[in-house]
């Protein structure tokens, strides 16, 4: 995401309501005749005086500005005089507001200080910390003025960083970028608002469900924002010297000395922009050195980038962050021996290839200083491991298609990495088109001999739907692949396990699975986590948990892992937000089974939540980003559709996911979509087309042979023909499995078709209650009532169908619309909808919206 902010000063009043009102009460109460509204620069004191004046306005107070000019801070009689001129303009006396008192000189505030008391008025002033050396008997005697009430503005905590960011962008923030935002701005509002404006110019932000999350490193924006320019207004010499220590402070007391000319330093540090501490400066918040930074022209940052390498490398100076001294070679460019540059930009990127994002850079530049072949291909080849790692497929294909330009500098394990780098970018990328024609033809002149080639078109196949091909293909060939190298036969056993898995081929995917150590790489370190997780996302994808679950135990879990897992197990509040995470960052492009299902799961939450416009912009995000296996999606689509009330286009969702599955000759995922065919038919009296389903479910439930194949068999076996039996079996196999989503699910079924009692419906209603999955509670709510079945907590229930209620409408959904998802009339949703803006005292749909969505109203 990228943009700019317009820098309101309404931004700046979140969490002020308690400095605003310790300024309005001594006015309106004339406890005092000076109120001083202090803080540091940015923290809003300018906003919370024009709230104020505005305040008084309203309570028909008068007040008038009387302004402090530069040139005004060596003249006391005339900052005064234009005090009084300005009051003698008025019959009756307002309050006057005056901003910037630190602006003055010593005797220029004494004598407007000591005129106060004599004005038959009351003042509101502000005035920016540190106090300033010469101001500090001035400070002190307002202090014990009885007469002055002293209103100092804190920075802002981290949930209230979190609210300002809502209010700059109207999305909520991810806590790790609440948190990377509080450390950065120090939760100064105007620093917040030049590190939000910095990520939006460099691309750092990316949003999906209408949640912001840092997605880059950021690395700030020359761009002239207020917090900058106020610094650049200082003097040449004040900024000049501000930005050379945005590039030199790490260095601590060596700093001073590779800077030269000192002079404007004490100025920095009473502006409170740069602070002296034992270790030497530092900027007042992090935001500032790199806004700071991104300001430096090309010379300015070769010149000093320079000065540092050259300082560290004579050892004149030292800075313990091992990310210091890689940046400054970059900013060095040319001025830096290039072979000892070259040298250590890959030593430093060769370890931090897999864990810092920052390697990529650094590994590029590496590349392009080598200066010899070995050194370039093997920069190149790291800057695609890396670039991959870290999710840039763009990159990493460039890189990749340049590295494959040296073909004798690698190994045959390193060409055959290459190569998948370069397939999984383009499936990333969505470039089917070109896995096409890899499929088809152009797969002969891919590099690394016969047994490579076959696997790259079987990848090629795989990220274009093209399972069954794959698996016949990697079949007929094994004999020849087997043979190759290590890679070769790694991606040739995953790819097939993949293949077999989606087409149904389950003694295939199992002798993988059960067995990981038939891939060579496994045996490497740096490979085994990836390999492990690859087959864990397989089990996730076919619905068995506890067996991922325990192929990913012991090692560290990333976001998407932790997501499928977390939703499996009904921990959806965790889930919701590490799905997030793991789709926003591009975490599981290019890894078909988590990416979808991920995707899956997502909008399916976000449908029983009630968040139904949400749930369809994941959908077709989803589509677009990386379209495989899209039968998977038309599972939450067709949900969708139908809490929307439209019955026909979800059932032509399903019939389009069992073509296309049928067209490709997939097999997993169709259960879900024959399942629910089923319940329509039966709810349309069709039993003839019921009962098709049941048996189509029986032969897929013999042929996956999975937990989840033969709960759906069941499911429908038991309420088409009412079997007992059936009854019995699938609830004890849910309970089993232990996934409270499709227990619930489950269970609300049987109760809907006669085959569960009281205590079916509560146990549904109460797992469900867990997830806060708002629709089918209120479904449940629905069941229990015309059972007869007391629905327990009767002002909680009326709670939760208001908070439901909110989420519709929060949602952007017609009175039509919210009718048909609550199941009762227009008229009776607008009646609904004046009680809930009477009670919450929202005037608008909205202002309900912003309240939901910054959690003012839960």
């Known amino acids: 995401m990228t943009g700019t902010l317009s820098h309101p000063d309404a931004s700046n009043l979140i969490a002020r309501d308690d400095a605003h009102t310790s300024v309005v009460w001594p006015l309106l109460s004339g406890t005092a005749r000076l109120v001083l509204v202090t803080g540091a620069a940015g923290i809003g004191r300018t906003a919370l005086l024009n709230e104020v004046r505005d305040t008084l306005e309203h309570q028909r107070v008068r007040t008038a500005d009387v302004p402090l000019l530069r040139a005004d801070r060596n003249r006391p009689q005339a900052v ?95 806590p790790e970028l609440v948190r990377r935002l509080h450390q950065d701005s120090r939760g100064v509002p105007g620093l917040v608002d030049l590190a939000v404006d ?95 930074a991104a300001s430096l022209g090309p010379y300015e940052r070769h010149d000093l980038g320079w000065r540092a390498v050259s300082a560290i490398w004579d050892g004149r100076a030292f800075c313990a962050n091992p990310g210091y001294l890689p940046d400054r070679l970059i900013d060095a460019g040319g001025f830096a021996d290039a072979e000892k540059a070259a040298t250590q930009l890959l030593a430093a ?24 072949p070995a050194q370039q291909a093997e920069a190149l080849f790291m800057h695609a491991v890396a670039c991959a790692s870290h999710n840039d497929f763009v990159s990493a294909m460039a890189s990749a298609d340049a590295a494959l330009e040296l073909p004798d500098e690698f190994t045959p394990d390193q060409t055959q990495e290459l190569h998948l780098i370069r397939l999984v970018g383009m499936c990333a990328a969505g470039d089917r088109a070109g896995l096409r024609k890899v499929a088809d033809g152009s797969w002969r002149s891919l590099p690394g001999g016969t047994a490579a080639r076959f696997i790259g078109r079987a990848v090629a196949m ?57 891939c060579p790489l496994y045996a490497v370190e740096r490979h085994r986590p990836a390999l492990q997780a690859a087959m864990a996302r397989c089990l996730l994808l076919l619905g068995e948990a506890k067996r991922g679950a325990r192929m990913l135990a012991g090692q560290p879990l990333t976001a998407a892992d932790l997501a499928l897992l977390g939703g499996a197990e009904g921990r959806w509040e965790d889930a919701l937000g590490h799905a997030r995470k793991a789709l926003v ?106 009962e098709f389903r049941v048996e189509r479910l029986a ?91 007391a629905v327990p907590g009767r002002a909680a229930t009326t709670a939760e169908q208001e908070r439901l209620l909110a989420s519709l409408v929060a949602e952007g959904l017609t009175n039509r619309e919210l009718a048909g998802v609550l199941r009762t009339t227009e008229k009776s949703v607008e009646a609904k909808l004046t009680r809930l803006f009477q009670r919450t005292g929202y005037r608008s749909r909205v202002e309900l919206a912003t309240a939901m969505l910054t959690g003012e109203y839960r």
């Open 80 to 174: 005064v005089a234009r005090v009084r001129e300005e009051l003698d303009r008025w019959s009756r006396p307002p309050v006057l507001f005056l901003d910037d008192l630190q602006r003055l000189n010593h005797d220029v505030l004494r004598a407007l200080l000591d005129a106060l008391p004599y004005l038959a008025t009351c003042v509101v002033a502000s005035y920016r910390t540190p106090v300033r050396l010469e101001h500090t008997d001035l400070a002190d005697a307002l202090e014990t003025s009885p007469l002055t009430e002293i209103v100092p503005l804190s920075p802002l905590n981290r949930s209230e960083v979190s609210l300002m960011f809502t209010s700059l962008l109207n999305v909520s923030a991810d």
């Open 198 to 292: 910095g990520y939006l110019r460099g691309g750092a932000l990316r949003i999906i469900d209408r949640t912001a999350y840092l997605v880059e490193e950021p690395r700030g924006t020359g761009h002239r924002h207020p917090a900058v320019e106020r610094i650049r207004l200082l003097g040449e010499a004040a900024w000049r010297t501000a930005k050379a220590m945005a590039i030199l402070h790490p260095l601590g007391p060596a700093a001073e000395e590779l800077l030269g000319d000192t002079g404007a330093l004490p100025e920095l540090e009473a502006e409170g922009i740069l602070g002296r501490h034992d270790d030497g400066w530092r900027f007042r918040a992090p935001v500032l050195a790199n806004a700071l």
């Open 349 to 372: 990127g060769r370890a931090a290839v897999l864990h810092d994002p920052a390697a990529r850079r650094w590994l590029r530049a590496a590349a392009d200083r080598a200066t010899n």
């Open 462 to 518: 795989c990220y274009t739907d093209r399972w069954d091909e794959a698996a016949k293909l990697l079949a007929s060939t094994r004999n020849t692949w087997r043979l190759g190298n290590a890679a070769t036969v790694t991606f040739g056993e995953i790819f097939g396990m993949s293949a077999a898995l989606m087409t149904g081929r389950m003694a295939e995917f199992e002798r993988v699975v059960s067995d990981p150590g038939l």
């Open 585 to 690: 960052t591009g975490s599981t492009l290019g890894q078909v089974a988590a990416h979808t299902a991920l995707a899956r799961d997502l909008a399916t939450m976000l449908v029983t939540r009630a968040k139904l416009t949400r749930a369809r912009e994941v959908i077709a995000d989803a589509r677009v980003g990386q379209n495989v296996l899209p039968h998977v999606l038309d599972v939450p689509e067709s949900d969708l559709e139908l809490v929307l009330g439209a019955r026909d286009k979800s059932r032509q969702v399903l019939q389009r996911g069992l073509a296309f599955a049928a067209h490709h000759a997939i097999v997993i995922g169709t259960d879900e979509l024959e399942l629910r065919l089923a319940m329509m038919s039966l709810e349309d009296d069709d039993r003839e087309d019921a």
């Open 699 to 789: 032969d897929i439930a013999e042929t996956m042979d999975t937990g989840r194949a033969h709960r759906n068999h069941l499911l429908a076996r038991a309420v088409t023909w009412h079997d007992k039996s059936a009854v019995a079996e699938v609830r004890r196999l849910v309970a089993e499995r232990g996934q409270p989503h499709e227990i619930a699910l489950t269970l609300t079924a049987l109760a809907s078709h006669g085959l569960g009692d009281a205590q079916t419906l509560r146990e549904a209603y109460e797992l469900f209650g867990t997830m806060d999955a708002l629709l089918p509670r209120a479904v449940v709510r629905h069941l229990m009532r015309e059972h007869g079945v």
